[in-house]
Structure formats: structure tokens, C-alpha cells
């Protein structure tokens, strides 16, 4: 068991660009969440997958941002025509009904939109 | 709506004092109660939680007990040290709603030697 993973680990990109993330979760968890941590926040939910269905997307998940997870496996995030406010550090999680859905964080993917 | 509420930080103590941190709830139904640590460098960890009322939730020395009559689900810890320094989430879930988090703003602990 490796853990969740995130790639990249860092972005700078100017603002009105395309950015993706991808999130690899443990392997077997059939649950994947994303969050996003603004500085001095807590995370806030942004969608989440029961295998490859999206089964609920946040307010905050505008029409720039899309989530798919096409195999029920690994994740990706995108961010269309970034904007400074997207700044910020986007989490992963995964979780099964085998931990009682503990949901394990990745390291996340820190975005910085110039 | 759901949501958590936590005392602000920074808190600052010295290696062995009595650690509190303070957290307050607003739900609707029952849910179950968490903290989460964040490690300076380091992902969100799953410290101790709580699914039911009057449980109380353990790990490394901290305890939190699950007040369904106060809405609350203070930290504590009887001595602190160096290496507890780190960012404190006080979180509530519904398992039956996807099992999604609701995160606290998050308590900054620094505990100096």
C-alpha cells in the first residue's frame, strides 16, 4: 500500500491557462474525493466518485472545473481559463468500506495561478 | 447548514503543559466527529474520531469526547511535546451523504521546548 498520490506536486501557470492534476488513490478504494485548501483554511469538498460515477459535485465546483475518474481508478482534475482566486492547494483522498471509509489524504497539488 | 467551528490559533505552549482546543458543531442528524493533524511537510492524517454520542475517541495521547448535548468535541492532551506541533482539524462527516468532510479552519499548535 503506497498511499494517495498527486501529480504534480506544484504548478505555477498564468492565469487564463488550462492546468490538470491527476490523483492516484489506494489501490482497491473504491471512493475519491477532492478538496481545496486555501491558506489558514480548512479544506472544503469539491466532488467526490463512487468508482467511476460522480456522485456529487460542491457549489464551489464552477463550469471551469471538471472531474472524471474514467476507470474507477485513478482521478484528474481541470481547471479551464485559471484565474488568481483558483490559487490554492487541491486534495486527494480515497477510502473503502473495508477501513469503515476513512478517507486517506494525499499530499496535494499547490497551485499557483500569476 | 453543516458545519464546524474551532477555536483560532495559534496556540502556543511549553513542552508538557495541558493542551485544549476548543470545537463546536452545527448539524442536522448525527453525525461522526473527527480531528485530522497536519504535520508541518506532511498530508492530512486521521488522528482519533467518534461516531456516536458519549464516545471517546484515542490516539498518541490525545482524547476527545463526542458531547451530543453541548454540540462539542473538544482536544485535549495532559502533556504536550515538541513533536505535536502541527495544524489541528476538527471534522464532521455523514456517512449516509457520501461520506464527505466538513473541516474547522484549523487550530495551529507550536509547542516550544
Known amino acids: 500500500d503506497t498511499g494517495v498520490s498527486q501529480n504534480p506536486r506544484h504548478k505555477i501557470t498564468k492565469r487564463g491557462q488550462n492546468v490538470t492534476f491527476r490523483c492516484d488513490p489506494i489501490?482497491?478504494?473504491?471512493?475519491l474525493y477532492w478538496y481545496r485548501q486555501t491558506l489558514g483554511q480548512g479544506p472544503e469538498f469539491l466532488t467526490y466518485f463512487q468508482n467511476e460515477a460522480q456522485l456529487e459535485k460542491s457549489r464551489l465546483l464552477s463550469d471551469r472545473f471538471s472531474a472524471e475518474r474514467p476507470k474507477g481508478s485513478f482521478s484528474t482534475l481541470e481547471i479551464q481559463r485559471t484565474e488568481q482566486g483558483d490559487s490554492a492547494m487541491y486534495l486527494c483522498?480515497?477510502?473503502?468500506?473495508?477501513?469503515?471509509?476513512?478517507?486517506?489524504f494525499g499530499p496535494g497539488t499547490r497551485l499557483t495561478v500569476t | 447548514g453543516n458545519s464546524v467551528t474551532q477555536m483560532e490559533g495559534p496556540v502556543t505552549l511549553s513542552e508538557e503543559a495541558f493542551l485544549t482546543i476548543n470545537c463546536t458543531y452545527t448539524a442536522t442528524g448525527y453525525p461522526s466527529l473527527f480531528w485530522y493533524v497536519q504535520y508541518p511537510g506532511e498530508g492530512l492524517q486521521l488522528l482519533l474520531k467518534a461516531t456516536k454520542a458519549d464516545d471517546k475517541g484515542s490516539n498518541k495521547g490525545f482524547e476527545a469526547t463526542y458531547r451530543k448535548e453541548t454540540t462539542s468535541f473538544h482536544l485535549e492532551k495532559g502533556s504536550v511535546q515538541v513533536s505535536d506541533s502541527a495544524v489541528y482539524f476538527c471534522?464532521?462527516?455523514?456517512?449516509?451523504?457520501?461520506?464527505?468532510?466538513?473541516f474547522g479552519q484549523g487550530t495551529e499548535l507550536s509547542v516550544k521546548p
Open positions: 489501490s482497491e478504494h473504491n471512493r
Open positions: 483522498a480515497s477510502s473503502s468500506s473495508r477501513t469503515s471509509y476513512e478517507q486517506y
Open positions: 471534522v464532521l462527516n455523514f456517512y449516509n451523504q457520501g461520506g464527505k468532510l466538513i
